[in-house]
């Protein structure tokens, strides 16, 4: 190896590895989970209406706010990371 070789090495080794880089998807969002966004792009629905909402929930695109008094029930809103996954399809609001 030149020494050329070794000093690119030594530059290398001595830069810390950047971390990385955070996503809001981990993974691909099935049809399901895509129109169940679509649908509270305009309006919360209720928490228990699609079973898609745990898995949006835990990735953190949707969010449960209080729902009407008199029903007792809880709804399903987008947060703004579920927003910027709408709006990267060119949906924006």
Do not use: C, F, Y
């Not at 290398?12 to 691909?28: F, G, V």
């Not at 792009?41 to 008199?70: F, N, R, S, W």
């Amino acid at each position: 190896m030149s020494w050329t070789g070794s000093k690119k090495q030594a530059a290398t080794e001595a830069q810390p590895a950047r971390p990385a880089k955070r996503t809001i998807l981990r993974r691909l969002l099935s049809h399901h989970e895509l129109a169940t966004l679509l649908l509270l792009l305009h309006a919360p629905i209720d928490a228990h209406a699609k079973p898609e909402v745990a898995t949006l929930q835990e990735a953190g695109l949707v969010e449960q706010v209080p729902g009407d008094a008199t029903a007792g029930t809880a709804q399903i809103r987008l947060t703004p990371e579920g927003n910027a996954v709408l709006q990267g399809l060119g949906l924006a609001r």
